[in-house]
């Protein structure tokens, strides 16, 4: 075997070499970020120095300012803002002291202290110019603060403050400028370690390619090849010391001991395909295979074990399939005799079924219109009662007249009094009764006419009386009669609806029946079918039967 550098080791080389770049890439990263974090620390006190220098020296010039301010002018508010400024404000005193926590060096704080000697040597100066302006002598004041003593001072004091911000300044942009430096080059590191983690990679992409990849896909394509059941596909690789070469050299090793198996396999199928089963399975199978040669050999027993009774068992359904035969064709003939009788029962009972319902449907009609008469008799009733009391009532009002006409003859017979009465007084008066005379002639006249209608209206008043009665006897003896057909038409009524009732269960057990006859006609009719399906099957399997005895027959078993 060829011998080759593993690729495993390459890639580790390459791998370890990436990472160790990688590595100094990562502390590169960390001092830069470092160096950063310093050099803004490095500005922000550089800020921080000079913003409380100038609060100090500022200070400074503000009580100068000041306290010549109020020598000049006399004003209280000077005089004020420099005592706040000595006395709370104190802005000399917090800048040195932020000075000092920032940190100074030691020639600077030499400078403060010199500059600070020199403004304490003023404030005598300062305080009696301002207890000279107080006592109104501000010439005086004047000459104090503006004197050459004073000048002198002031003039030192300004040498200092631009020595100490000019020294300040260096020291603190070197730093600045030192920091800068070391960030630039840790840069110059940080580019220089990607161009070789680049590099690297660069490496690791051609080696990985070229001894990993185009081998895996050769190696992929083959298995693909393989799985897909082409053994003879060609592959070009061979085999080598390395890790790629091993797994190359257990794929020809795979396909050597798959194409044995499979030639031995396909010959000892070939040959039970073609009827020989008194085979032998050797043992010469390895690993998984083994129990495929085991499944082979368990196979072949089983089919001869299985053949040898499926010859014994094709004998004897030959045997009893041709029994079963004759028995089918008997119940089939039994089954379709019966089917036809069945058929002729259940349209005799759908015949009846039709005239019971015609018959429940005419007994609910009549049912109906006995309903309805006896409503209308029951009107009737009703009406009869309403005549029986309309002729009561005519009865009442007759006898009521006859009253009213014995009043009527005793009004014409006081009437008829009055006028004899009358014609005895018209007589007695003589001449001047005459025209009473007449009068009492005419009213007597009238009485008698009214005594003669009234014995007219009496008779015929008692003839309308007894025809009345008459009436009533009539009226009572038809609502008698009414009420009884009345009752006759409610039990008609009920019996009626007693034989609808017992029309409509019958119908509707009729229906049951039919439906029930229905179901057997269906099972009978199945079971026909199905006996001469059976007797068919019975004849097929039959014909089957020796067409097995004939197969199994063609194999060559085991003695």
């Given at each position: 075997m060829k011998k080759s550098i593993n690729q495993s080791t390459l890639t580790f080389i390459l791998n370890g070499i990436s990472i160790l770049a990688l590595i100094l890439m990562g502390l590169a990263l960390f001092s830069n970020s470092h160096i950063r974090d310093l050099l803004n620390t490095a500005n922000a006190e550089r800020f921080d120095l000079t913003y409380n220098a100038n609060r100090f020296m500022n200070g400074s010039a503000y009580l100068t300012n000041e306290v010549r301010a109020f020598a000049s002018t006399g004003e209280q508010q000077h005089y004020d803002n420099y005592?706040?400024?000595?006395?709370?404000?104190?802005?000399?005193?917090?800048?040195?002291?932020?000075?000092?926590?920032?940190?100074?060096?030691?020639?600077?704080?030499?400078?403060?202290?010199?500059?600070?000697?020199?403004?304490?040597?003023?404030?005598?100066?300062?305080?009696?110019?301002?207890?000279?302006?107080?006592?109104?002598?501000?010439?005086?004041?004047?000459?104090?603060?503006?004197?050459?003593?004073?000048?002198?001072?002031?003039?030192?004091?300004?040498?200092?403050?631009?020595?100490?911000?000019?020294?300040?300044?260096?020291?603190?942009?070197?730093?600045?400028?030192?920091?800068?430096?070391?960030?630039?080059?840790?840069?110059?590191?940080?580019?220089?370690?990607?161009?070789?983690?680049?590099?690297?990679?660069?490496?690791i992409m051609f080696v990985t390619n070229r001894r990993i990849l185009r081998p895996v896909i050769k190696v992929r394509d083959q298995m693909g090849e393989i799985s897909r059941g082409n053994l003879s596909a060609d592959f070009a690789l061979r085999s080598n010391s390395s890790e790629i070469g091993m797994l190359v050299e257990s794929i020809h090793e795979t396909k050597r001991e798959l194409k044995k198996y499979i030639q031995d396999i396909d010959d000892k199928l070939a040959q039970m395909a073609d009827g020989t089963m008194d085979l032998t399975i050797g043992d010469d199978y390895r690993g998984e295979f083994l129990p495929i040669q085991n499944a082979m050999r368990q196979i072949l027993d089983s089919l001869n074990q299985a053949l040898s009774q499926i010859s014994l068992t094709a004998d004897q359904v030959s045997t009893e399939s041709v029994q079963m035969a004759s028995d089918a064709e008997v119940l089939s003939s039994g089954t379709v005799r019966q089917a036809a009788a069945v058929e002729e029962l259940s349209a005799s009972i759908q015949d009846i079924y039709g005239q019971v319902d015609r018959t429940s449907k005419d007994a609910d009609t009549a049912r109906q219109h006995s309903v309805e008469a006896a409503k209308q008799l029951e009107i009737c009733s009703q009406k009869m009662d309403d005549l029986t009391n309309a002729m009561n009532d005519i009865s009442q009002a007759s006898n009521q007249i006859g009253g009213i006409i014995k009043t009527i003859e005793d009004i014409s017979f006081q009437t008829n009094i009055l006028a004899l009465n009358a014609s005895v007084e018209a007589a007695r008066a003589g001449e001047a009764g005459k025209g009473f005379a007449i009068v009492a002639g005419e009213v007597q006249n009238l009485a008698n006419k009214s005594s003669v209608s009234a014995q007219d209206i009496a008779e015929l008043i008692e003839n309308s009386m007894k025809l009345v009665q008459f009436g009533s006897s009539l009226t009572e003896e038809t609502t008698e009669s009414i009420s009884s057909v009345v009752s006759s038409a409610q039990e008609s009524s009920t019996l009626i609806e007693r034989i609808a009732e017992s029309a409509m269960a019958q119908s509707h057990s009729l229906r049951q029946i039919t439906q029930g006859m229905e179901q057997i006609s269906e099972v009978v009719q199945t079971n026909a079918s199905t006996a001469q399906e059976s007797a068919k099957l019975a004849r097929d399997l039959q014909n089957q039967a020796e067409g097995l005895k004939v197969s199994v027959h063609r194999f060559r078993l085991r003695r």
């Open positions: 005592m706040m400024e000595v006395n709370e404000w104190k802005n000399r005193d917090i800048g040195v002291a932020k000075m000092q926590e920032i940190g100074i060096t030691d020639e600077e704080q030499a400078m403060i202290d010199e500059m600070s000697a020199l403004s304490n040597q003023l404030v005598p100066l300062e305080e009696e110019a301002m207890d000279t302006v107080k006592a109104g002598d501000k010439e005086s004041a004047v000459a104090y603060v503006y004197g050459k003593e004073y000048n002198t001072a002031i003039t030192k004091i300004n040498s200092l403050k631009e020595q100490f911000l000019s020294a300040l300044d260096t020291r603190t942009l070197a730093r600045i400028d030192d920091l800068n430096f070391q960030a630039g080059f840790i840069r110059k590191t940080m580019l220089i370690m990607l161009i070789v983690i680049a590099f690297i990679q660069l490496i």
